[in-house]
């Protein structure tokens, strides 16, 4: 099993800045990709960005050039710089660890941004 917590969600004014963290603990070998996803009222869970081990991000296009997702091997932590926050980036964050054949989800975190 592998333990995903999420931080750093919280209320921030359109044009502000929040960094996210994921601690990851437990079985974490094997985790190749990680990611960020995120959930607003009445619309499905999207994808915001995600990272392989090695490095190479991915982002949706609606967060391209504001968000920055990084990962930190040694501490088993993955992070999302998100600047220019916009109020359409109201969600709960989650983040998401993947194995070959097998996922895992943290709780998330609410991020409110008000214009």
């Known amino acids: 099993q592998v333990q995903l917590v999420e931080s750093g969600g919280g209320l921030v004014q359109a044009g502000g800045s929040l960094r996210l963290s994921c601690a990851a603990s437990?079985?974490?070998?094997?985790?190749?990709?990680m990611g960020w996803y995120r959930k607003a009222p009445e619309k499905q869970r999207e994808l915001v960005a995600t990272?392989?081990?090695?490095?190479?991000?991915n982002y949706a296009d609606a967060v391209k050039g504001r968000f920055t997702i990084s990962r930190d091997n040694a501490n088993y932590t993955m992070y999302l710089q998100m600047n220019s926050l916009k109020p359409e980036d109201t969600a709960v964050y989650s983040c998401?660890?993947?194995?070959?054949?097998?996922?895992?989800w943290g709780r998330g975190t609410q991020v409110t941004v008000s214009s």
């Open positions: 990272i392989t081990s090695g490095g190479t991000a």
């Open positions: 437990g079985n974490i070998f094997s985790i190749n990709v």
């Open positions: 998401a660890a993947f194995k070959v054949s097998t996922s895992y």
